[in-house]
């Protein structure tokens, strides 16, 4: 996995200069948790992003459940972090995946390439001994240009396009469990659905043991699709589509976009259509 580093390297790299370390830990169940799980023990040299208050923008009417942050913001948050225009970025999560892939795909948007997840996580991470301390590390401040990337976004009026069948060349993925795509149960949401015209491809396929499966592997789950056509992904609120995305362009697919609003965007639009 080319956007992934295993804990080795990690290991290997800790108390390299150009190397920060970011920490993803999240609950949607428990918001606090992530950053209690953190003063409770991360890895060394490590600066702490919250999902909601640091990689999302406060809920509107519209742009879903975890809408794109203020992007000044994010860049005063990660100069602070020590992050500048050299810097290699680690981000981890507990294992998940989703949540350290969040800030990679962020980091992408705004036009940093040396941004990686750690394959296994902090639980992978724990189970091999390696260190983990409680001290909170205070970095340098760094000066971090942002070159934002706008093709790897997907804004709701092309969304729209394919739902309705204007085009031909876009494919939708809805990245959520069969259950919650079939509109069996949804946990989260107001409505219960799909965007109509997507088809299924739960993200958690992707990964083994919070681990990307080989690029072969990843080749065989999307063999259906037209690598010439627009892809894009989506799932509840643009957290859980992400290591799709990774899988794709992993895979070998280069015109993959995020649909960042995603389904809670999409049902803030009464208008908006919903396939069962």
Request: glycine share 10%; aromatic share 12%; with cysteine.
């Amino acid at each position: 996995m080319k956007f992934a580093v295993d804990k080795e390297w990690l290991y290997e790299h800790l108390l390299t200069e150009e190397v920060r370390i970011i920490d993803c830990r999240f609950s949607l169940a428990a918001p606090e948790k992530g950053y209690q799980e953190y003063l409770l023990g991360h890895l060394p040299g490590a600066v702490y992003f919250d999902l909601e208050k640091d990689l999302s923008s406060p809920v509107g009417k519209h742009g879903g459940r975890h809408p794109l942050p203020d992007l000044g913001d994010l860049q005063h948050k990660l100069e602070n972090a020590g992050i500048g225009e050299t810097t290699v970025v680690v981000a981890y999560d507990g294992g998940e995946g989703s949540y350290a892939a969040r800030f990679w795909w962020l980091l992408h948007y705004l036009g940093h390439e040396k941004v990686f997840v750690l394959n296994g996580g902090f639980n992978e991470w724990v189970n091999a001994n390696f260190p983990i301390t409680k001290d909170i590390p205070f970095l340098p401040k760094q000066t971090f240009q942002t070159k934002v990337r706008s093709e790897i976004i997907a804004d709701i009026s092309e969304v729209k396009e394919a739902a309705e069948g204007k085009t031909d060349q876009v494919i939708l993925i809805d990245s959520r469990e069969e259950k919650r795509y079939l509109g069996i149960e949804e946990p989260i949401d107001k409505k219960a659905g799909h965007i109509p015209g997507a088809i299924n491809k739960p993200w958690m396929d992707g990964l083994r043991n919070g681990r990307y499966k080989t690029v072969e592997e990843q080749k065989n789950r999307f063999m259906d699709l037209v690598p010439e056509k627009q892809i894009i992904v989506y799932c509840g609120s643009g957290v859980t589509a992400i290591p799709n995305f990774l899988s794709l362009k992993d895979a070998g697919y280069d015109k993959v976009k995020l649909y960042i609003g995603s389904f809670s965007d999409w049902i803030s639009y009464e208008e908006n259509k919903i396939k069962p």
